[in-house]
């Protein structure tokens, strides 16, 4: 049973959710407190395990915060959605991690169960044999040949134009040699998504507890945050992406950003132990649709030749996208010599082109923001058609 603290200060939030704590059999709503002086003292008395509170009350602050980490009471911030992004950062410098946007109160008990506990103790077999699936969302799965030709760019500019059409999105970092969503997106946290998700499939509680390995970073985007250091992979149990993939689809869609390794490794045994590019492998087998990115210039183009022979051994009959990156004049490709290149190597579903776009490219990164949220560009609009093409 957790219990749980509320600071409200009369926010229209308050009432929706104490209905939604109260009616859930595993949460107790011990108090409804004032302000935070009183939040504070209810703290200290040691009973309460989570304390839900308006991201704006007064008070609020970074002693506050730890105040309640000192008693055990881990925060959860109700975040006006219109004022999400400047809401996201205040939390994150006064130490909230988890936050909930007041127009998706629904999320808010999977938050309090969730809200960064630490990783539960292994557990033998999964316990949950299979809840009937939902309507669900879609799995896209962003792959590419090595070079980086944009497999991060392009996975995180969809899910934010995913999520700015209102589809409840999650990015999932499941790069094996090292993610970097976190970095692009400007999440400091420490904690990885992955490697939690990691734990909790190896338990069984994945299903239960998949808020806890999500990081919201918009009213309808989420990330799982990927490895911290490339030899992390080694804790990826198999299985992992596959359970992560299978539950996160029944909230949303999916926007799987992977390896560029296919490679089968030599001498790895399908039991618990983790094979390097089983992440990649696993993520292209369960995708609904695979989105396969290579740069326009002359080596790019042909490691995406050969990616596209690639990868249709590794699919599971999903639609293939190609998505040619970093598209310039420079080159002297036209888009229709382009496609009479790639076209020639499999049946695609869908040829698309993005602009070499540094300035959209660095705005975001520089300010650790997705591209929907730095503005309008060429390569934001580039990214909108794709996923236009891909949502119809
Ligand atoms: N359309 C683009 N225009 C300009 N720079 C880009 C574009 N796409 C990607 N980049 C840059 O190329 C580099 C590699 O991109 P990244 O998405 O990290 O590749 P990958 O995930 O495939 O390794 C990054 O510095 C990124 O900012
Ligand atoms: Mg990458």
């Not at 309460?48 to 105040?67: E, F, Q, R, S």
Request: charged share 25%; aromatic share 2%.
């Amino acid at each position: 049973m957790i219990v749980v603290l509320v600071v409200a200060s009369g926010a229209a939030w308050e009432s929706p959710a104490l209905t939604l704590l109260g009616g859930h059999r595993d949460i107790v709503v011990l108090k409804r407190c004032v302000d935070v002086d009183d939040l504070l003292a209810s703290a200290s008395a040691g009973q309460a395990d989570v304390a839900v509170l308006g991201l704006d009350t007064p008070g609020l602050d970074v002693a506050a915060v730890d105040h309640l980490r000192r008693y055990d009471v881990r925060p959860v911030a109700v975040v006006p959605a219109e004022a999400w992004e400047g809401g996201r950062v205040r939390a994150s410098r006064i130490g909230i991690a988890t936050l909930v946007p007041d127009d998706g109160l629904d999320t808010l008990p999977d938050a309090v169960l969730g809200a960064d506990e630490p990783a539960p103790p292994m557990l033998p077999e999964p316990a949950d044999a299979g809840a009937p699936p939902g309507p669900g969302g879609r799995v896209l799965a962003v792959w590419g040949p090595a070079g980086a030709p944009g497999r991060t760019t392009v996975a995180a500019g969809l899910a934010a134009e995913l999520a700015r059409r209102r589809r409840r999105t999650i990015l999932v970092d499941a790069d094996p040699y090292g993610g970097s969503v976190a970095q692009q997106l400007g999440i400091l946290d420490e904690v990885s998504g992955l490697l939690s998700a990691a734990r909790l499939a190896t338990s069984g509680l994945l299903a239960e507890r998949l808020a806890s390995v999500q990081r919201a970073v918009g009213p309808h985007l989420s990330v799982v945050t990927g490895l911290p250091r490339a030899d992390r992979w080694v804790e990826v149990r198999a299985g992992t992406v596959e359970a992560l993939l299978e539950v996160a689809r029944e909230r949303g869609d999916v926007v799987i950003d992977t390896g560029f390794s296919l490679e089968d490794e030599p001498g790895q045994d399908y039991g618990t132990r983790p094979g390097r590019n089983q992440l990649t492998r696993g993520a292209l087998e369960a995708a609904d649709e695979v989105l396969v990115v290579g740069t326009a210039d002359p080596v790019g183009l042909s490691r995406l030749a050969r990616a596209l022979v690639e990868v249709r051994e590794h699919t599971g009959g999903a639609a293939v996208r190609v998505v040619v990156n970093r598209m310039r004049p420079s080159l002297g490709w036209s888009e229709k010599d382009i496609a009479g290149m790639v076209g020639g190597f499999t049946r695609l579903s869908g040829l698309h082109f993005l602009p070499d776009d540094r300035s959209a490219v660095d705005r975001a990164l520089v300010t650790g923001r997705t591209l929907v949220e730095s503005g309008d560009s060429p390569l934001l609009r580039a990214v909108s058609s794709l996923a236009d093409a891909i949502v119809v």
